[in-house]
């Protein structure tokens, strides 16, 4: 692996693990193995650098959701799918735990993958509810905006009571629930 992409990975990496402050030129350049040379000839700094891993990593998310939501099924089958997912749950979402850094919030360019990601996941299981209602699997009535939101919210906070409590029991109990709720939608 060239030294640009094993910078690009050990920044991912290190951000999940650490966050923005927490993630320093100098661990990066140790954990990809390269000099401080190769790391501004590829970029111009640390924020350079962060926004290139940020994009990838909100790239893979989407292809990873995009797998479970573009394929075969019910809107009900794919959306029960989506949430329960295999998942790292203690380690908390690529993309959400940064949502909660200070310093990636800031930065409109840091920002940028984080709330295309939500955009565009909000927008793809909207899709679906539509899709499920317009079929008459889903009640009519049902509000595709709001559940896709609600099935957002409920994911990223499963990650937040799995990390606070150690366990991903919470996450789990959370997810089922919302494919209960889900599943009371049938028409």
């Known amino acids: 692996?060239?030294?640009?992409?094993?910078?690009?990975?050990s920044t991912q990496?290190?951000?999940?693990?650490?966050g923005y402050v927490g993630t320093s030129p100098k661990a990066i350049q140790q954990h990809a193995e390269a000099g401080q040379g190769s790391m501004y000839h590829h970029f111009t700094g640390k924020a350079e650098l962060a926004r290139v891993a940020l994009q990838r990593t909100a790239a893979a998310e989407?292809?990873?959701?995009?797998?479970?939501?573009?394929?075969?099924?019910?809107?009900?089958?794919?959306?029960?799918?989506?949430?329960r997912?295999?998942?790292?749950?203690?380690?908390?979402?690529?993309?959400?735990?940064?949502?909660q850094d200070p310093d990636v919030v800031?930065?409109?360019?840091?920002?940028?993958?984080?709330?295309?990601t939500f955009g565009w996941l909000r927008e793809r299981l909207a899709g679906i509810v539509a899709e499920g209602v317009a079929s008459g699997e889903l009640r009519a009535g049902v509000d595709p905006d709001?559940?896709?939101?609600?099935?957002?919210?409920?994911?990223?906070?499963?990650?937040?009571?799995?990390r606070s409590a150690g366990s991903p029991e919470p996450f789990t109990a959370a997810t089922e629930g919302a494919v209960q709720l889900l599943t009371a939608l049938r028409r």
């Open 1 to 9: 692996m060239e030294a640009r992409e094993r910078l690009i990975v």
């Open 13 to 18: 990496e290190l951000l999940r693990e650490r």
């Open 62 to 83: 989407r292809e990873r959701a995009e797998t479970l939501l573009g394929g075969p099924g019910s809107a009900l089958d794919r959306l029960t799918g989506y949430l």
């Open 85 to 99: 997912r295999e998942r790292e749950v203690l380690r908390g979402c690529p993309i959400g735990r940064h949502a």
């Open 106 to 116: 800031a930065d409109p360019s840091l920002r940028a993958p984080l709330a295309e």
């Open 146 to 162: 709001a559940v896709a939101s609600a099935v957002v919210a409920t994911v990223q906070g499963g990650y937040v009571l799995a």
